[in-house]
């Protein structure tokens, strides 16, 4: 996990509990179970429940000036610790460590946005993991 106290509006406490959730996430001990699938409410402040080009926001948050910063490699985002994490869910996750990497990523709750819609494109607020719990049967 990548998480860090740089910004003076984020107390330790609250950074702990956001990486106390995040850990949660990964480990699956939050949602709720429906057969092999787990649904994980996500907190509204992480959220882009806009329906006017929900797109474009996600964009905006994830990569600030982007049309200004083109030519700036430090975008490149494999293995690294990201200020601005816009995490775009259209189908359910595969496994719950895709979820967990994806939003470990992130250096600070202030840094995460999410943006889950619904068969019709309405913004919702969680998002299914499918487990495979048969996968480690044999480990």
């Known amino acids: 996990m990548r998480l860090l106290m740089s910004s003076l509006n984020q107390d330790e406490g609250e950074i702990k509990r956001f990486?106390?959730?995040?850990?949660?996430?990964?480990?699956?001990?939050?949602?709720?179970?429906?057969g092999d699938e787990l649904e994980i409410e996500i907190s509204n402040d992480l959220l882009i429940t806009t329906t006017d080009d929900p797109f474009s926001h996600l964009v905006d948050f994830a990569y600030p000036n982007l049309l200004q910063n083109m030519s700036d490699y430090s975008l490149q985002s494999q293995s690294q610790s990201l200020s601005h994490v816009g995490l775009y869910l259209s189908k359910s996750v595969f496994t719950h460590g895709q979820?967990?990497?994806a939003l470990s990523r992130v250096k600070s709750r202030s840094g995460l946005r999410v943006l889950i819609l619904d068969e019709d494109g309405n913004p919702k607020?969680?998002?299914?993991?499918?487990?495979f719990k048969e996968v480690f049967n044999n480990i």
């Open 99 to 101: 979820l967990y990497v």
């Open 125 to 131: 607020s969680s998002t299914t993991n499918i487990v």
């Open 19 to 34: 990486a106390n959730w995040i850990l949660d996430v990964g480990n699956e001990n939050i949602g709720s179970v429906v």
